[in-house]
């Protein structure tokens, strides 16, 4: 959830014309000739369309590519805590776990959840309560499990180090994740909104990214030059060359086989950034460039490192529920991933506002953002029960990417849903990402987690950031969220209240940067006098108020699949659920006029 194309893309307001499709972007919203130029043309797909199949798959891989560099990124960031950094053929296993989970949460939200063309893949607001309760003192990776050749991958103390370290992950998101449940079937997301603002958020979002400066250093610090190499190819890529199309053949009936530009730097830059140092490694692995002895400076950027786990993975693998044992739960752990969580859920309502600007479809109303927030707790529950480690989340990069290519329609996100589950089942697939060198990987993480800390502050563009109040707060709300976690860390027996649990409970939250950062914005940003317009709250909620769930094209978009409508939601019984669409009121078109509903019967159409 990192990308900061969450507001501002051009077409925050809309005009449906009744006639031609309902989903077509507006020509007077269009802007001088600038980068926003292609979000204002209007669309070649909208929402509800459904293109040939040959485009749904090209479209699907590309957003599966887009989406890979968070999605590989977290088993390898979680395999320093799990003991695993010398266990390619399990990181393997567990990068195939998080797509094959990934793919199904996608397909679970398209076809159930807020119904729009919106990614899901693991989370990084996940990630930080999760480091923290793996640095427990009690959970502290044994000496032995940091030298290569000491460790036996196949003996059984190893396994149940890292698997031990799993289930006690697993149990705690499985429970978080019934949290986020409760609150999407039960329509209290709308209560959590109210009291949550940009200096709320952007102290949280901001140090998810700022808590993980050690894992990207360490990476980057096995080989500086590879690294600043990706770093470098990757700020190319995506901020120098992004508007500068490629010519790749095309062919339709009227021009029949030519040339069409596409934006490949700006759709995949992590992505060729990676896949070029990566080649650069293995050529100088090659020619024996990189030091072959394991006491030299470079040796840990050679790509053998792990060569014999491609040989070794299966072709095919068949991830299931509770593959690692019996889900351990603690209450640290718990607490822990409830901030995580929360904060997860507030950033996809962001995301589902700004998937319907750019896929062409109405406002979500509010029953579609309480079922899609339910699924995504779902997603979780099953990521949990799967043993990813992580959770499930909205993807904002590509909420970005629908804006690029022109095409919103959900059924390229179905296509993206099935190519990630066959992904997850070609064992090939998750260890071939396995062997990009660690300080490629490092150059990577350099933007990617400055990129999340800065999607962090840019939530404060809402406030007023000439009060002192609001530079008070944020500024407080960050130093504590960098210097506590820290100390504590420094300090892991400082904490003893004499009742384990508590200790326990308190180590996790403490350690956890977000949780420390978003708290004290939380209580400072509710209890110190400020205007709601002082506070960014009025902006901040302007997208979330606008409910247009009584028009006919929000049923087009938001209404539930085969016949569940009809069926379910129009008794009497169900109609007031919190994720049930509504009926629709009568609607006067000229000289007609009929009541409709949008719970499956039939309707005037012009």
């Known amino acids: ?53 040959y485009l749904c798959i090209i479209l699907g891989i590309q957003h ?12 390898l960031i979680l395999s320093q805590g799990l003991c695993l950094q010398h266990d390619g053929l399990t990181q393997s296993h567990l990068i195939s776990t998080i797509f094959l989970v990934s793919g199904v949460c996608t397909l679970l939200q398209v076809v159930f959840g807020i119904r729009l063309p919106i990614l899901q893949g693991g989370t990084f607001t996940l990630l930080a309560p999760s480091m923290a309760l793996l640095s427990m003192p009690e959970w502290t990776c044994p000496a032995w499990t940091q030298n290569a050749s000491l460790v036996n991958t196949s003996s059984t103390d190893f396994i149940e180090v890292w698997q031990s370290r799993m289930r006690a992950l697993q149990g705690s998101i499985i429970v978080g994740s019934l949290f986020q449940v409760l609150v999407g079937f039960s329509g209290l997301i709308g209560l959590f909104m109210r009291f949550i603002g940009p200096l709320t958020i952007a102290p949280t979002i901001s140090l998810i990214g700022l808590s993980l400066f050690d894992s990207a250093g360490s990476s980057a610090g096995n080989h500086w030059g590879i690294s600043a190499m990706t770093t470098a190819l990757i700020i190319l890529f995506s901020q120098y060359l992004r508007h500068i199309p490629v010519p790749f053949p095309a ?13 490949v730097f700006q759709i995949l830059p992590v992505l060729l950034g990676i896949t070029l140092s990566w080649t650069i490694c293995y050529i100088l692995t090659v020619y024996n460039v990189l030091p072959a002895e394991p006491d030299k400076y470079g040796y840990l950027a050679r790509t053998d490192l792990k060569g014999d786990v491609m040989s070794q993975a299966p072709w095919l693998v068949f991830p299931y529920p509770g593959q690692w044992g019996r889900p351990t739960v603690s209450l640290a752990g718990v607490i822990g991933i409830l901030a995580g969580v929360i904060s997860s859920m507030i950033e996809s309502v962001g995301d589902y506002h700004a998937c319907a600007r750019l896929s062409g479809a109405p406002p979500p109303p509010k029953h579609a953002i309480n079922r899609g927030i339910g699924i995504e707790g779902i997603g979780c529950l099953l990521a949990g029960a799967w043993g990813t480690g992580n959770g499930t989340t909205s993807y904002s990069e590509n909420v970005g990417a629908l804006g690029i290519t022109k095409v919103g329609s959900r059924m390229v996100i179905v296509a993206s849903g099935v190519l990630m589950v066959v992904m997850g089942i070609f064992g090939k697939v998750g260890a071939i990402f396995t062997t990009i060198p660690s300080p490629v990987i490092g150059g990577m993480f350099m933007v990617m987690f400055g990129v999340i800390s800065a999607a962090g502050v840019s939530n404060l563009q809402y406030a007023d950031m000439n009060s002192s109040r609001n530079i008070f707060i944020f500024g407080f709300s960050m130093f504590t969220g960098l210097v506590i976690p820290n100390w504590i860390l420094k300090n892991p027996k400082a904490i003893s209240t004499g009742v384990a649990e508590l200790d326990q409970v308190l180590q996790v939250l403490l350690t956890t940067s977000m949780f420390v950062g978003g708290f ?31 028009t006919l094209e929000s049923g087009k978009v938001y209404s539930l699949p085969f016949g569940i409508n009809s069926h379910l939601c129009s008794s009497s019984s169900f109609r007031y659920i919190p994720f049930c669409p509504p009926t629709i009121p009568a609607y006067h078109f000229g000289d007609f006029s009929k009541t409709s509903s949008i719970t499956g019967s039939s309707v005037w159409t012009l």
């Not at 990192?2 to 006639?19: C, H, I, Q, V, W």
């Not at 599966?64 to 088993?75: H, K, S």
């Open 1 to 53: 959830d990192m990308a900061p194309e969450k507001e501002s893309n051009g077409l925050d307001n809309y005009t449906f014309a009744l006639e031609g499709r309902f989903c077509d972007l507006p020509d007077t919203e269009k802007e001088p000739a600038s980068s926003t130029d292609e979000y204002s043309n209007k669309l070649a797909y909208c929402v509800t369309d459904v293109p040939p199949w």
């Open 64 to 75: 599966c590519l887009t989406a890979f560099g968070g999605i590989i990124a977290i088993p």
């Open 251 to 263: 062919y339709n009936k009227d021009k029949r086989l030519h040339t069409s530009p596409v934006y």
């Open 520 to 550: 004290f914005g939380f209580i400072l940003d509710n209890t110190v006098p400020g205007s709601k317009h002082e506070r960014g709250i009025l902006a901040w909620n302007k997208a979330h108020e606008d409910d247009s769930s009584n």
